[in-house]
């Protein structure tokens, strides 16, 4: 059965610092892995999607990378800002389309 | 821009009554998904449509919740009787792609619908 960890929990971190969010998966057999972000009471919004025979992705100050066999993701923001303060999601297909999640990162960005 | 549209946004209802959930998913979207979010956990699927057809619902208590997308478009699911532990977000999110393809689909997620079992 596939488990997807998230750590840290929750993070605080001063504006402009760069960081790193992490994700860990079980099973390796997996079609994609998305990273999504979601506000206090909101849905979800996807940031980036990985598809299994890619090994990074990255979107304007965000970069997402994927180790399949070692089962790791890393979300990396670059030059963090008081906007980037949410909930951070990975999530997991590797069941044509059922998406196993973590339990998140609580990201705090202070001006 | 497109966006997956729920209804209503908070629903508030006393234990053993029913309740339901709207969902319309971007147009064209083939595939669209129920998750429940309890607070502070991810989602978790509850049922996976591909068209009008059910493709996955394992996860969904079928005592109680039942979930339909009748014309292959907006779906609805329906809690009866509302217990307190069903207490949750619900989400809806669509997806473009067909389920068994061996290739990921971005998900769209709506707001969701906030439920207080009372």
């Known amino acids: 059965k596939q488990e997807v960890t998230q750590i840290p929990a929750a993070l605080s971190v001063p504006e402009g610092e760069n960081l790193v969010l992490n994700c860990s998966f079980t099973d390796s057999a997996i079609y994609n892995l998305q990273w999504f972000r979601q506000d206090p009471g909101k849905g979800l919004t996807s940031l980036l999607l990985i598809q299994s025979s890619q090994r990074e992705q990255t979107s304007g100050r965000l970069n997402a990378s994927l180790d399949k066999s070692s089962g790791r993701s890393t979300l990396y923001i670059a030059a963090s800002q008081p906007g980037d303060s949410a909930t951070y999601l990975c999530?997991?297909?590797?069941?044509?389309?059922?998406?196993?999640f973590g339990q998140g990162t609580e990201l705090s960005v202070k001006p | 821009e497109a966006e997956v549209a729920q209804s209503p946004r908070y629903k508030i209802t006393e234990k053993s009554q029913a309740v339901a959930f709207w969902c319309d998913p971007i147009?064209?979207?083939?595939?669209l998904y129920w998750y429940r979010q309890i607070l502070g956990q991810g989602p978790e699927l509850l049922v996976q449509f591909q068209d009008e057809s059910v493709v996955d619902d394992s996860q969904l208590p079928k005592d109680r919740f039942s979930a339909e997308r009748l014309k292959g478009v907006d779906s609805t699911l329906k809690i009866q009787p509302a217990e307190l532990g069903d207490s949750a977000m619900y989400l809806c999110?669509?997806?473009?792609?067909?389920w068994g393809q061996g290739r990921g689909h971005i998900q769209y997620f709506g707001a969701g619908t906030r439920l207080s079992v009372l």
């Open positions: 147009s064209g979207h083939a595939t």
């Open positions: 999110a669509s997806s473009p792609g067909s």
């Open positions: 999530a997991v297909d590797n069941q044509g389309g059922k998406l196993i």
